[in-house]
């Protein structure tokens, strides 16, 4: 079983930066793919930001350029670097990973439980 754990959420500003952090543990052979995506109340879930186990990445429209994703593979941590913060970026932000496990064969999909970010004055 894997284990994604989320962090750094919080009320800030319009215009001010947070970080959030995702650190996954557990029977992992393998990180692949990493996101972050968010909810917002009564909106679907959107995919903000995704990085290969390459370093490849991708960013939503609404976030280019504010938003920066990047990851740590010795820490199993992907963290998201937020810039320029507005009050439409409030919503729960989650991490996501492709994971294949060290007791399996195959890559699957993990989801953490999410962190608050809210941007208000």
């Known amino acids: 079983q894997v284990q994604l754990v989320e962090s750094g959420g919080g009320l800030v500003q319009p215009g001010g930066s947070l970080r959030l952090s995702c650190a996954a543990s557990?029977?992992?052979?393998?990180?692949?793919?990493m996101a972050w995506y968010r909810q917002a109340p009564g909106k679907e879930r959107e995919l903000i930001a995704r990085?290969?186990?390459?370093?490849?990445?991708n960013y939503a429209d609404s976030v280019k350029g504010r938003f920066t994703i990047s990851r740590d593979n010795a820490k199993n941590t992907v963290y998201l670097q937020m810039h320029s913060l507005k009050p439409e970026d409030t919503a729960v932000y989650l991490c996501?990973?492709?994971?294949?496990?060290?007791?399996?064969?195959?890559?699957?999909?993990?989801w953490g439980k999410g962190t608050l970010v809210t941007v208000s004055s």
């Open positions: 557990g029977s992992i052979f393998r990180i692949n793919a």
């Open positions: 990085i290969t186990s390459a370093g490849t990445t």
């Open positions: 996501w990973s492709l994971v294949t496990g060290s007791t399996t064969s195959y890559a699957l999909n993990y």
